[in-house]
């Protein structure tokens, strides 16, 4: 009950020897006893209790909102999932920036969280970006052969336009690594800015159009299945 942030241990003590909890249909009455969580069917105050300690989401993260486990002054990803994610250690994979939107995986499986931003796995990361200036074969070639952006050299990148205006322009950029920044030093190293910047994939998973901005569901077996897949698990 305590991994699962609904009372501290002290209080699951006494809530026990009120006789508030039932475990299997059986009121608990020794404070010391141990639930398996995962597997025992939990009664707590009178509701039933989802007990499992592992858990994966999906997440439309809105603009605005930092992607970290917490901060001490600005609202995180992890405020508008419930409570039991952090209680269970729950952890955004990678990170998008502040004013990035769009599909932001949580889980509590750290070897697989791990695995997914291995360089080494090269798991592809699709973005919708609207930028400044107008996009042209030029920019399909530099993010194509690698752009280098001082500290290191980009891997190879696919940029797809979708529309070139004067002003601004529409593109989807398929990348497989994950540094800081990554998409907007990339634009800004062909001379255009990032106006807007939205994940729509990440490795086999497709942003569920259900989700408007600041919604999130669990995964589905299936999705876990192909995230696991693309982690070598
Ligand atoms: N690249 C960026 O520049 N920002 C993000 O949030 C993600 C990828």
Not at 107 to 130: I, Q
Request: charged share 25%; aromatic share 4%.
């Amino acid at each position: 009950m305590t991994a699962l942030g609904l009372c501290s241990r002290s209080e699951a003590k006494n809530l026990i020897r009120k006789g508030t909890v039932r475990v299997n249909g059986k009121t608990l009455s020794d404070p010391a006893s141990s639930v398996e969580t995962e597997q025992d069917t939990l009664f707590f105050q009178g509701s039933s209790v989802d007990g499992r300690l592992v858990r994966h989401v999906m997440l439309n993260k809105p603009a605005g909102i930092l992607t970290a486990a917490r901060d001490p002054k600005q609202p995180t990803v992890m405020e508008l999932l419930l409570p039991v994610y952090a209680s269970i250690g729950c952890m955004p994979v990678g990170r998008l920036d502040k004013d990035t939107t769009g599909l932001l995986i949580l889980t509590c499986d750290g070897e697989m969280n791990h695995r997914l931003l291995s360089p080494a796995r090269h798991v592809d990361k699709v973005y919708e970006a609207r930028v400044t200036g107008r996009l042209t074969e030029r920019e399909i070639r530099a993010f194509a052969e690698g752009l280098d952006l001082h500290e290191f050299t980009a891997q190879p990148a696919l940029l797809e336009i979708e529309k070139a205006g004067e002003d601004d322009s529409l593109a989807r950029v398929t990348v497989s690594e994950g540094k800081f920044h990554q998409v907007k030093r990339m634009f800004a190293a062909t001379g255009h800015e990032v106006l807007t910047l939205h994940r729509s994939r990440f490795g086999p998973l497709t942003l569920d159009p259900a989700l408007s901005e600041g919604d999130w569901r669990e995964l589905t077996e299936k999705e876990l299945g192909a995230l696991r897949a693309a982690a070598g698990m």
